[in-house]
C-alpha cells in the first residue's frame, strides 16, 4: 500500500519560513519523480517544485529563489524549504510521487497571515 504522508504545515507570518516534509512507503522512493503542489478554494491545483531521480529541480516561478525542494533517498522523504513566505503562499499542499503512475498525499494546510 503506497502512502504519502506530508507534515510541517501551519501559521506563519508574512517573511517566514516553513519546512514541509513527506514521508513516502510502498514505492521504490529513488525511482520517482517527487514533487509538491498547491491548491487553493476554487483553484487548481498548482505546480509548485519538482525534483526528480537525478535530485534535478525544477520550479513554478512564483516561487523560484525563495522554495527549494529536495529528498533523501535513503529517508524515502521529500522536503520543501519555504522562505520570504507571502500571503499568496496560503494554500494546501500536497505531495505527489510519479513514476508509471501518480500518488498524492492528503495535504498538509500552510498560511500565511499577520
Known amino acids: 500500500q503506497v502512502q504519502l504522508v506530508e507534515s510541517g504545515g501551519g501559521l506563519v507570518q508574512p517573511g517566514g519560513s516553513l519546512r514541509l516534509s513527506c514521508a513516502a512507503s510502498g514505492i521504490i522512493f529513488s525511482q520517482y519523480l517527487m514533487g509538491w503542489y498547491r491548491q487553493t478554494p476554487g483553484k487548481q491545483r498548482e505546480l509548485v517544485a519538482t525534483i526528480g531521480s537525478g535530485h534535478n529541480t525544477n520550479y513554478a516561478n512564483s516561487v523560484k529563489g525563495r522554495f527549494t525542494i529536495s529528498r533523501d533517498n535513503a529517508k524515502n522523504t521529500v522536503y520543501l524549504q519555504m522562505n520570504s513566505l507571502k500571503p499568496e503562499d496560503t494554500a494546501v499542499y500536497y505531495c505527489?510521487?510519479?513514476?508509471?503512475?501518480?500518488?498524492w498525499g492528503q495535504g498538509t494546510q500552510v498560511t500565511v497571515s499577520s
Open positions: 505527489n510521487a510519479l513514476y508509471f503512475r501518480a500518488y
